[in-house]
C-alpha cells in the first residue's frame, strides 16, 4: 500500500514536471526557443504558481512589449515594498544579442526549479528574482543558423541587430531604440543590486567554458569597489570552480593571444554593465566561450546566476548598506572622472589555462594564420590589467542649466529618474561656458552616430540670461555619475559625443566677404588687441598670411557679428 502511494506521488511529480520542460531539454541540450515558446513558458509558470509574475514594461522596436517576470516568494511583487523589507533584487538580462542565448535558457531552467523545488533554494527568502526573457525581441524573431559563424550551438538562434539593425549593447546612454528606453525604466524601478547580461564570447580559444566581464571597481568607486574586487568576485569563481565550470576574466584579446597577458574590457556607460555602475549596480556580463558546446554553456551560466543568488542571501546586508552609503556619498562629490585610461604599471597576477598558439600556411591565402593546438593545454600565471585611472576628470558644478529647446536631453534625464525644475521666470546667472576648440569625427557610422573623440574645450565665464521655463539640473543627487558624465562634453560616452549637440558644430550666418572687407578693416582700427592678435597669427603661420579669406574669417570670428551660439556647447556649468 506505502509502495503503491510513493510510486503514485512520483508518478505525480514527473507528470507536473513534464508540463515546465523547455525546449533546450527536449531537444537534447541543442536547442533555445523561439520568443513566442519562451513567452509562453512563462505565462504557464505564473499561471500555476503565485510567487511568479509576468508584466509588460514598455514596447520594443520590433512592436512587441518587453516582459519583466519576477519571482517573489512571499507573492509580493511592489518593489518599493519589498525594499522596505530589505530584500536584494537580481535582475537578469536575456538575449541582448540573441544569437547568444545561453542565458535565454539558463533562466527558463533556473525559475522553473525554483517554482517547482522551492525547498532547494532557501535563499530566495531574501532574494527577489527579475528576469528580462527576450531583451532584443526584433533579433530574436530573426531567427537563422549561419550568423554565428564559428559558435557551436543551438541549432538556431535570433540575431545581433534589434528591429532597426541597433546593437543594444551600444544604446543604454543614447538610447536611440525603445528597447533601451523601456529597460531603462525597468532598471530604475527595479534599482537592482546586482546585474547580469548574459552573453557568448567571440575571440581566443581557453580552457574555460565561462569568463566574466565584470564592472570596473575603480569606476564603481570606493568601498562598493573594494566589495565587488575582493568580495563579490573571488565569491563568484569560487562558486563556479565549485560547481565545475571554471572561470577568468574574459579574454580581451582580439588581434593577439592571451597568453602573455590582457587588459580587462572597459566598462563604458554605453554597456549595460558599464551603465549600471553609474547608478551604484555591480555587473557583470557573463561570457561563455563561442567554440564550447551549447548544453555546458547553459550549465554554466546558470551555475552563474545560482551563485548570485547564493551570494545576495549571504551577503545581501553589507551590499545594501553600501550602496546606500555610495549613493548618499556620490552627492556632495567634488570630482568625477569622466573617461578613463588602463594602467600599463600595475596588473594583477592570475593562473590562465589556455592552449598554445601556433601559426601554421593558411589553405585560403597562402599566409601565416593563427591556430589554438588542443593537443596542448597550458596553465601560466599572466598578468590582468584591471586597473583604470582617471584620464579626464571634472569638478562638479552646483547645477547644470540647459534651454528647454534640447528636449531629447531632459527627456532621458528624466527617464533615468534625474530630478530637474524648470525656472519660474528670466534669470540672469554667471555660468561657465564651455566652446567646443577642436574634435575627430569617423567618416563611417557607428551604431547609428558619427561618435565625436579626441574633444578640446576651451572654457569661459559668462552673464546669461536663461529663460522662463529653461531646466535647472542640480548635482547634488545620487545620480550624479549619470548627470556628470552624459553632461560633461569629454565623457567618454557623453551626448555631445553622441552628436546630440551637433547643430552647434555649424554656423547658421555668415558674411559677404566683398562688403565685409570694409567692415573688417574698421574693427582693426577700433580694436587695436585685434589687430595686433591678427598680425600674431600672420607672423606664426605663413599660410595663414597668404590667404585673405582665412584673415577674414579670424576677424569675423573676433568679432560681435560671430554668433554666439556656434561652437558654443549649450550645457551651461553653474559654480557658485
Do not use: C
Amino acid at each position: 500500500m506505502r509502495l503503491s502511494l510513493l510510486l503514485f506521488l512520483l508518478i505525480l511529480h514527473f507528470s507536473a514536471n513534464a508540463q515546465y520542460k523547455t525546449r533546450f531539454e527536449t531537444g537534447g541540450g541543442k536547442q533555445t526557443p523561439t520568443y513566442e515558446e519562451g513567452i509562453a513558458f512563462y505565462k504557464l509558470l505564473a499561471k500555476n504558481f503565485p510567487q511568479i509574475q509576468i508584466t509588460e514594461k514598455g514596447l520594443t522596436d520590433s512592436g512587441k512589449p518587453l516582459h519583466l517576470v519576477l519571482y517573489s516568494k512571499s507573492k509580493t511583487f511592489d518593489i518599493k515594498k519589498l525594499k522596505s523589507q530589505q530584500k536584494a533584487i537580481l535582475f537578469i538580462n536575456n538575449a541582448i544579442h540573441p544569437g547568444e542565448p545561453d542565458g535565454v535558457d539558463a533562466s527558463m531552467l533556473l525559475l522553473r526549479d525554483i517554482a517547482v523545488n522551492p525547498e532547494r533554494f532557501p535563499e530566495l527568502d531574501n532574494v527577489v528574482l527579475a528576469i528580462i526573457p527576450f531583451y532584443n525581441i526584433g533579433g530574436t524573431l530573426n531567427r537563422n543558423n549561419t550568423t554565428r559563424t564559428n559558435q557551436n550551438g543551438p541549432e538556431e538562434y535570433g540575431f545581433r541587430g534589434n528591429a532597426r539593425n541597433y546593437d543594444l549593447n551600444r544604446d543604454f546612454i543614447k538610447s536611440d531604440t525603445r528597447n533601451a528606453r523601456s529597460f531603462a525604466a525597468i532598471f530604475h524601478e527595479l534599482d537592482p543590486d546586482l546585474f547580469a547580461d548574459t552573453h557568448v564570447s567571440n575571440g581566443a580559444d581557453y580552457q574555460y567554458v565561462m569568463t566574466l566581464d565584470h564592472a570596473q571597481s575603480d569606476k564603481l568607486g570606493g568601498k562598493l569597489g573594494e566589495f565587488n574586487e575582493k568580495v563579490f568576485l573571488p565569491y563568484m569563481y569560487k562558486h563556479l570552480k565549485e560547481s565545475g565550470f571554471e572561470a577568468t576574466p574574459y579574454v580581451n584579446s582580439w588581434g593577439q593571444t592571451p597568453d602573455k597577458g590582457f587588459v580587462q574590457f572597459p566598462d563604458w556607460p554605453r554597456y549595460s554593465t558599464g551603465y549600471a555602475a553609474l547608478f551604484h549596480t555591480i555587473g557583470v556580463m557573463t561570457e561563455t566561450h563561442i567554440l564550447k558546446p551549447y548544453d555546458q554553456r547553459v550549465r554554466s551560466t546558470y551555475a552563474y546566476l545560482l551563485g548570485n543568488i547564493k551570494f545576495l542571501d549571504a551577503n545581501r546586508k553589507e551590499l545594501l548598506r553600501l550602496r546606500n552609503e555610495t549613493k548618499q556619498s556620490v552627492k556632495t562629490q567634488a570630482k568625477f572622472a569622466v573617461s578613463w585610461q588602463v594602467n600599463k604599471e600595475k596588473n594583477t597576477q592570475i593562473e590562465f589555462k589556455g592552449y598554445e598558439p601556433e601559426y601554421l600556411t593558411s589553405k585560403v591565402s597562402g599566409a601565416q594564420r593563427l591556430f589554438y593546438n588542443r593537443s596542448k593545454p597550458f596553465t601560466k600565471t599572466i598578468p590582468f590589467y584591471n586597473t583604470y585611472v582617471p584620464l579626464d576628470e571634472v569638478t562638479k558644478p552646483i547645477a547644470y542649466i540647459i534651454p528647454q529647446g534640447w528636449h531629447n536631453v531632459i527627456d532621458l534625464l528624466k527617464l533615468n529618474q534625474v530630478k530637474v525644475k524648470q525656472l519660474e521666470k528670466d534669470t540672469e546667472m554667471e555660468v561657465e561656458t564651455y566652446y567646443i576648440g577642436d574634435l575627430e569625427t569617423p567618416k563611417q557610422p557607428f551604431e547609428g552616430h558619427y561618435w565625436h573623440t579626441n574633444v578640446t574645450l576651451r572654457t569661459e565665464k559668462q552673464k546669461i540670461t536663461f529663460k522662463q521655463g529653461d531646466w535647472y539640473i542640480p548635482v547634488d543627487q545620487s545620480n550624479n555619475r549619470y548627470i556628470v558624465e552624459t553632461l560633461e562634453p569629454k565623457g567618454v560616452d557623453s551626448f555631445f559625443k553622441w552628436n546630440f549637440f551637433d547643430t552647434i558644430l555649424q554656423s547658421k550666418e555668415h558674411y559677404s566677404g566683398y562688403v565685409f572687407e570694409d567692415l573688417a578693416a574698421e574693427l582693426l582700427d577700433k580694436n587695436p588687441e585685434l589687430k595686433a592678435k591678427l598680425e600674431e597669427k600672420r607672423k606664426a603661420d605663413p599660410d595663414f598670411a597668404k590667404n585673405g579669406n582665412a584673415q577674414l574669417d579670424f576677424i569675423y570670428d573676433n568679432s560681435p557679428y560671430r554668433e554666439k551660439e556656434y561652437m558654443r556647447y549649450p550645457v551651461f556649468r553653474l559654480m557658485k
